[in-house]
T-cell receptor
Framework: TQLLEQSPQFLSIQEGENLTVYCNSSSVFSSLQWYRQEPGEGPVLLVT?????EVKKLKRLTFQFGDARKDSSLHITAAQPGDTGLYLC?????????FGTGTSLTVIP | DVKVTQSSRYLVKRTGEKVFLECVQD?????MFWYRQDPGLGLRLIYF???????EKGDIPEGYSVSREKKERFSLILESASTNQTSMYLC????????????FGPGTRLTVL
């Protein structure tokens, strides 16, 4: 079993602050995905990173895949209340994804 | 608009009952998955299927079985429900290929009393 650890598990910040969520493993993945899940809904894909060292930006969100393809980070700039949710990383091995433990983010207006 | 639907949003069952959770996708995806989600544990894969009538065990298959008789439908079966199977169950589907997006249903919150 490939274990993906996310940190922090819980994060509560004020609107406008920056934050970083980490996703770490001792396993190597062919790609890594980040999902966001809102209460009562299933996770929705934010991004897929494939190449070691890759950095992707989606507006205020920046995703990085580690050089060794074992870890990833998600950085949010100037967080907004709409960013509130559960953030999940998922590493791919073959056709199967292994999900991280999740980071619950609350952005206070 | 792509869609994965699950038969129930909330379900309450008694210990020992047989429970069926149904999942249907309208995207003609080859791969379908069943996960359970528990606080602090993330999503854990129960079973997945890469084709009709094909199934593979995930990380926690004990106490569960699955059925995929048609491409669009993937069923999760709890043969004899137990209280430790109280959880949120999520179904997902994706195209074949390692990096394709998984599309999730809204989940079924199952409580076993």
């Amino acid at each position: 079993t490939q274990l993906l650890e996310q940190s922090p598990q819980f994060l509560s910040i004020q609107e406008g602050e920056n934050l970083t969520v980490y996703c770490n493993s001792s396993s190597v993945f062919s790609s890594l995905q980040w999902y966001r899940q809102e209460p009562g809904e299933g996770p929705v894909l934010l991004v897929t990173v494939v190449t070691g060292g890759e950095v992707k930006k989606l507006k205020r969100l920046t995703f990085q895949f580690g050089d060794a393809r074992k870890d990833s980070s998600l950085h949010i700039t100037a967080a907004q209340p709409g960013d509130t949710g559960l953030y999940l990383c998922a590493g791919a091995v073959g056709n199967q994804f292994y999900f991280g433990t999740g980071t619950s983010l609350t952005v206070i207006p | 608009d792509v869609k994965v639907t699950q038969s129930s949003r909330y379900l309450v069952k008694r210990t020992g009952e047989k429970v069926f959770l149904e999942c249907v996708q309208d995207m003609d995806h080859e791969n379908m998955f069943w996960y359970r989600q528990d606080p602090g544990l993330g999503l854990r894969l129960i079973y997945f299927s890469y084709d009709v009538k094909m199934k593979e065990k995930g990380d926690i298959p004990e106490g569960y079985s699955v059925s995929r008789e048609k491409k669009e439908r993937f069923s999760l079966i709890l043969e004899s429900a137990s209280t430790n199977q109280t959880s949120m169950y999520l179904c997902a589907s994706k195209l074949g290929g390692a990096n394709n997006e998984q599309f999730f249903g809204p989940g079924t919150r199952l409580t076993v009393l």
